[in-house]
């Protein structure tokens, strides 16, 4: 080293030294060795909770160095969850988590309190499994509820996530009972289209309150309200289309092609289908989202997405900036309570991050939305089950994850699209 230090020109100097020049291969191939040691390692520990893929290098071994302290992966919660931004411990043994906390400060009380004792991959896994337990549970009281329950009471009951498919399930249970009986009864579909109305009313009226009295529920329930409006409104146009179009048969396509939801008794876990096809609730906890608002556009996408995801295909919505596409596709995540994880595939993607974000979401059954100007076709290619079968990582599979690449087409693909029409 101080020989070196006299030597201005490190190139020089090291090609004139011998003892350095035999050394310096060795000691790159020892740190080359040293490399896939620790990227094995991390891989081991992403392989036991997916969702670490999703986690850079330097950030999973921070958190891995910090193993004892379970208090320590607080900043990185987000990183691996959708909304959680912060676990509550138990006040006197700092190891239990209680509750999961949003950004907005929303909460979720855990069914079963979860030990954060031992492998830090092993407590986040049961931590994430005792999240998707306890949203379940919940929508499950909720489904029950809003059989009986008025508009008002669903709304401040449950969380923002839980009230919003509460008045999903009301809908649906509305709609069809009104679409089997629409041959017999004649005036049942105005009847329901009332219904519907005055449950938008209610919750307009909810919303017309001051900020005061909304913020005795939480300070996020003008966002929840507001959301579970956007959405209203469309279920609410749905039906109106229904009575327009004279729809009398529940297998109609006017009414299949919609997001319907139901309780699914066989499977304790509540159901969303579209068209003819179905998908469970994952139960990821949401927190606070806004939600878009339905355009028949929006339906479109949502009724090809789902049918591509039904064949075991990823979807690839393609069009000018700024009119929805990843947003669409995260939409359609919190519609079925999913974590859509959102990358962008910048110049500093290169195929092994890409590659680890397609490995957790597989793994872990998210769905993956790349966005970007210049994605290539290659990304859409089809998501089967078989593609996954030779890898050597390890072969747990998730049955419904799903790639989303959206991509602007290039000016001049816009223009010949333009041109054609
Ligand atoms: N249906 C909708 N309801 C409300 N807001 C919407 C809707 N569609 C798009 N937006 C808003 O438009 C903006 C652009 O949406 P988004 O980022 O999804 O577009 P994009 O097509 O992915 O754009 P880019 O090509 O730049 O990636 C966002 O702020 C989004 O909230
Ligand atoms: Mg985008």
Redesign the pocket.
Known sequence: MSKGNEVPNLVNYIVGNDTLQQLLPHMFEQLELCQKALSGYLDQKRAAFPRFFFVADATLLEVLSQGSNPQAIQPHLQSCFDSVVYAEFNKKDKAKVEALFSGEGQSIKLTQIVNAEGNIEDWLGKLLREMQVTVSRIICYAAADSEHMSTEELTHKYQAQVSLIGIQFKWTADSEDALYRAKAEKGIIKATNKKHQQRLTDLVAINMRPDQELRNFGKWTRKKVETMIVVDVHQRDVFVDIERFRVKDIEDFEWQKQARFYWDFDHDAAKISIADVDFHYTNEYLGVKER????P??DRCYVTLSQALGMFLGGA?A??????????T??MGCTLGKFVMVTNCGDQMDFRSLGNIYKGAAMAGLWSCS?S?TASTSMCSPWRRSRWAPCSWPSRWAPRCSSSP???PSTATRRSATSSR
């Open positions: 878009l608002v339905i355009t556009l929006t919505p069009g000018p900036a700024g009119t929805g596409k990843t947003e669409t995260k939409d966005t100007s959206t991509a602007r």
